[in-house]
């Protein structure tokens, strides 16, 4: 473990994209925590996402944001999870589980 600690450290400070890769139970949010815990976004709440919970029909909505009346519920402007992350830490957790269309809008806005 103290190589994965050490790793952590070394990130924690940087602006670099950071993969944490592991099967199920591994720790890998753990470890997205202690990284944003160590850096100096820490004083915002970290936004993690769920997308293997988010349906196709939300995930622009939920992930970019959406305009008052871009859907029927859409009663007000609403930020998209990448805005709210904007100075913190995007944790996106169950990328794997998006169709694949959806991890290439995904892939155009990490680029």
């Known amino acids: 473990m103290q190589p994965v600690f050490e790793a952590i450290e070394q990130v924690a400070n ?13 720790g890998k949010e753990v470890a997205a925590r202690r990284i944003h815990k160590l ?14 919970a988010i349906s196709k029909g939300l995930f622009e909505s939920e992930l970019f944001g ?19 992350a904007n100075g913190s830490t995007l944790f996106l957790d169950e990328i794997g589980n998006l169709d694949e269309s959806m991890q290439r809008k995904l892939l155009s806005v990490l680029q």
């Open 39 to 52: 850096s100096n976004r820490a004083g915002k709440p970290m936004i993690k996402v769920d997308l293997g």
């Open 66 to 84: 959406h305009i008052k009346g871009a859907f029927t519920d859409a009663k007000e402007v609403g930020m998209g999870r990448i805005e709210m």
């Open 14 to 26: 940087s602006k670099a994209t950071v993969l944490i890769d592991g099967e199920n139970g591994t």
